[in-house]
């Protein structure tokens, strides 16, 4: 089997279909009401500003637990006490899903599609993060054959069980499938499953895309 013969192309949604949070700080100030510049953390765009991420990263907490901290910190900004993700995303990105979703993602996504390969999204908080309505209302996940999210099932990335899911939902080798992933330990993972693996760059997401779509050969 070449690369070139992948069947299947498997991706996160934060930060691989969906703009980070970091990326659209100016539309959640306009939407939550905040002074332009009040959210300074900027995560993998520049770490400097942002402690908290790189404890992250060091594997000093989780990425759920990173969320949660930001989730409150906005809530209080807004002079609410928030417990939910889902709240914050809803808040901060309004009705408007669409305008954060990548548009290089809708391209290789479609492009995927059209040729034939099976869609699959594994994610560790889809629901959790985005509510439970948002699958309804981004129609863009119609195209999908199969998502796993750990929002239900309780396996998170990296654990090898999840790649093992998403593989055996698809009904596919894990060889065949192209894994894409912004967090590198989940990258590693999906190395380590049997995949092709695109660890996703933020910096350039347009690069990233490009290399999934060679090793599904588009």
Not at 12 to 27: A, K, N, Y
Not at 76 to 86: N, S
Not at 156 to 178: I, N, S
């Amino acid at each position: 089997m070449t690369e070139a013969s992948a069947s299947a192309l498997v991706l996160d949604f934060g930060g691989v279909i969906s703009r980070m949070l970091f990326e659209t700080h100016d539309l959640s100030e306009q939407a939550l009401g905040l002074p332009p510049g009040t959210l300074t953390w900027r995560g993998p765009f520049d770490p400097s500003t942002d402690p908290l991420w790189q404890d992250m990263q060091a594997d000093k907490l989780s990425e759920r637990d990173y969320w949660m901290a930001r989730t409150r910190e906005v809530g209080r900004l807004v002079g609410e006490y928030w417990d939910r993700m889902e709240t914050f995303v809803q808040r901060a990105r309004g009705a408007d899903v669409e305008a954060v979703i990548r548009p290089e993602a809708v391209s290789i996504i479609c492009a995927a599609k059209a040729a034939g390969k099976k869609l699959a999204i594994l994610s560790n908080e889809l629901d959790l993060f985005y509510g439970t309505d948002f699958r309804s209302r981004l129609p863009l996940l119609q195209l999908f054959d199969v998502i796993v999210d750990a929002t239900y099932t309780g396996i998170l990335k990296p654990d090898p069980r999840a790649y093992a899911a998403v593989t055996e939902a698809l009904g596919l080798p894990a060889g065949e499938c192209v894994f894409v992933d912004d967090q590198k330990r989940n990258a590693d993972g999906g190395v380590k499953a049997g995949m092709q693996v695109v660890h996703f760059d933020v910096l350039q997401p347009a690069a990233s895309f490009e290399k999934a779509r060679e090793l599904l050969g588009l």
